[in-house]
C-alpha cells in the first residue's frame, strides 16, 4: 500500500494523535506541552492517502540521545510497513539535529524489539526492571524546569561507597548523576546512583521536587533485573515495576568514534529480537 508523506507534528495535530495514540497519562494538556516543546520532545505523523493522519511516533529527547517511545498505527494502514517508514525517517531527522543518537527499551518477544533491531540498535548496559514511585508529598516547592528533559545529582551521604546500583545509562559524568526527562506522569532517570535501592529516598529527595513542579506523580528509575532483594524491598517501599520482562537500553550512536563501546568498556552486541 502507498503512504503518505512523512512529516513533524504540530498542534493542529492534536485530534488526529489523540486518535491514533492510546496511551496513559496522555490527554490534551499534556500533548500540548510536548507538541510546543520542539526541542524537548520530537512527535512525527505519516499521512495516510485517504487523508488524516495514519502513523504516529513519539520520542523525547534524555541527555544527548533521541528516546524512543513508541509507534502507533492506524487501522487501515496495519500491514503497511508504515510504522519502519516513519522510524527511518525518525532517525534520519535525529541524525541531522542536535542528537548523539537513539536509544529506546529493548523488551524481547514484543514488535519493537523488531523494529529496534531493523533500526541498529545495539543492546548495551545491564539487564534491568524499570520501576517507579510515588513522589513523596511532602517534597519542598521547586520552580518549574525551562526544559522538559535535563541532569540531576543525587546528594549521597560521604560514608556510602561511590558505586551506583545502576551507571547512568547515558554518560559517565559523574556516579552521582543522572539524566531525566518528563514522560507524561513520570520524571525518567537513566540511572539509580545510591549503591542499594534501600536509599531510594534519596532518589525521591532529589527528583521529587523536580517532578512535582512538572505535574508528574512518579519518579521511575532502572534496578538490575537480577537482584531478586531488591524486588521485594521495592514492593515494601510501595515502588512498581513497570516493566513486564528484564529490558536492556538499545542505542544508536550517530558518532561510532565515540561511542564505540558501552559503559563496561564491551561492544555492544546485537540485539535478537526473537
Do not use: N
Not at 496522555?26 to 499521512?47: F, H, K, N, P
Not at 559524568?173 to 506522569?185: C, F, G, M, T
Not at 568514534?257 to 526473537?274: C, E, S, Y
Request: aromatic fraction near 6%; glycine fraction near 8%; charge should be neutral.
Amino acid at each position: 500500500m502507498k503512504t503518505g508523506r512523512v512529516r513533524r507534528l504540530t498542534l493542529a495535530d492534536a485530534d488526529d494523535i489523540l486518535r491514533i495514540v492510546k496511551l496513559e497519562g496522555l490527554d490534551s494538556t499534556t500533548l500540548a506541552r510536548e507538541l510546543v516543546r520542539a526541542d524537548d520532545y520530537l512527535w512525527m505523523g505519516l499521512d495516510s492517502p485517504a487523508g488524516g493522519l495514519g502513523a504516529v511516533h513519539r520520542s523525547m529527547r534524555w541527555g544527548e540521545y533521541l528516546l524512543l517511545k513508541g509507534v502507533f498505527v492506524d487501522e487501515p494502514l496495519r500491514g503497511s510497513g508504515a510504522a519502519l517508514e516513519l522510524a527511518f525517517a525518525l532517525r534520519d531527522t535525529a541524525r541531522h539535529g542536535q542528537y548523539a543518537g537513539l536509544v529506546a527499551w529493548i523488551e524481547p518477544h514484543k514488535p519493537e524489539a523488531g523494529l529496534a533491531h531493523m533500526l541498529r540498535l545495539r543492546a548495551t548496559g545491564p539487564v534491568i526492571h524499570r520501576f517507579d514511585a510515588p513522589v513523596p508529598e511532602d517534597v519542598p516547592a521547586v520552580a518549574v524546569p525551562a526544559h522538559s528533559t535535563g541532569a540531576l545529582t543525587v546528594d549521597l551521604p560521604d560514608s556510602q561507597r561511590p558505586t551506583p546500583l545502576v551507571d547512568d545509562l547515558l554518560s559517565a559524568d559523574s556516579p552521582k548523576a543522572v539524566r531525566w526527562v518528563l514522560d507524561r506522569h513520570r520524571l525518567v532517570l537513566s540511572g539509580f546512583p545510591p549503591c542499594s535501592v534501600s536509599d531510594l529516598h534519596l532518589v525521591l529527595s532529589t527528583a521529587g521536587p523536580l517532578a512535582r513542579a512538572q505535574g508528574a506523580g512518579f519518579v521511575e528509575f532502572p534496578v538490575p533485573a537480577s537482584d531478586l532483594s531488591a524486588a521485594f524491598t521495592l514492593v515494601a517501599l510501595k515502588a512498581r515495576r513497570l516493566s513486564r520482562t528484564p529490558v536492556r537500553l538499545g542505542r544508536l550512536d550517530f558518532d561510532t568514534r565515540h561511542h564505540a563501546t558501552d559503559r563496561g568498556g564491551r561492544r555492544p552486541v546485537a540485539h535478537d529480537p526473537a
